[in-house]
């Protein structure tokens, strides 16, 4: 099955609500990805972290990263419409340029 | 320049058709790959070039044939295409890291929708 499985699988919230995305894969890893992709579109980075981090934010966004559990969570606080989005993580092998992506979870952020 | 831009945005084929796609970036980044994506589902690793060289190849039907001509061009060859490829084919490119590992942001590009007949 997959490296990465996010749940929940998709999410509805109001606008100003925070949004938790959850993520968890099997393998040792380099580092966590989190990408955002709009309908039918490419992906846009969001924030990588390293396998030695814990914690890191950018703006809105926090990451954590757990590796005991194998697990990570992206938090989104203040949500915005223009957040609605379907939002992946993708973990990057020990070994080499293999990135595999989590099932993803589709948010959307109701004005 | 931050981009990768992929052409054609849409592609319609027939299986008997050869048609390419092209993707480039002007990153220096060494690293680049192709992904496919199904409708509400994840990318999913076809191929990784690292230096020009074919890194890795995902069990790829050959009807697939990927070709890196230099360090800011990806094409990826079809030919004899069956319905079930019908997808958003997905360029990336990153700095490859030091151990010839992925280290870093992987840059997308809008991708091709491709529609096989």
């Known amino acids: 099955s997959q490296q990465g499985e996010e749940d929940p699988q998709a999410l509805s919230i109001q606008e100003g609500e925070n949004a938790t995305m959850n993520c968890s894969y099997k393998?040792?890893?380099?580092?966590l990805q989190w990408y955002r992709q709009n309908s039918g579109r490419g992906l846009v980075h969001l924030i990588l972290?390293?396998?030695?981090?814990r914690e890191k934010h950018s703006g809105r966004l926090r990451v954590t990263l757990d590796t005991s559990k194998k697990s990570s969570s992206l938090l989104i606080t203040a949500s915005r419409a223009a957040d609605t989005a379907s939002y992946f993580c993708?973990?990057?092998?020990?070994?080499?340029?293999?990135?595999?992506f989590g099932a993803g979870t589709r948010l959307f952020v109701k004005a | 320049d931050t981009e990768v831009t992929q052409t054609p945005k849409h592609l319609v084929m027939g299986m008997t058709n050869k048609k390419s796609l092209k993707c480039e970036q002007h990153?220096?980044?060494?690293?680049m790959y192709w992904y496919k994506q199904k409708a509400k589902k994840p990318p999913e690793l076809m191929f990784v070039?690292?230096?020009?060289?074919?890194?890795i190849n995902e069990s790829v039907p050959s009807r697939f044939s990927p070709e890196c001509p230099n360090s800011s061009l990806l094409n990826l060859h079809l030919h004899a295409l069956q319905p079930e490829d019908s997808a958003l084919y997905l360029c990336?490119?990153?700095?490859?890291?030091?151990?010839?590992?992925?280290?870093?942001?992987?840059?997308f590009g809008p991708g091709t929708r491709l529609t096989v007949l």
């Open positions: 972290i390293r396998s030695n981090e």
């Open positions: 990153m220096g980044h060494r690293a």
């Open positions: 993708a973990t990057g092998g020990t070994g080499g340029f293999k990135t595999i």
């Open positions: 990336a490119s990153s700095h490859p890291g030091l151990a010839g590992a992925n280290l870093d942001e992987q840059f």
């Open positions: 393998t040792s890893i380099n580092n």
């Open positions: 070039y690292s230096y020009e060289k074919l890194s």
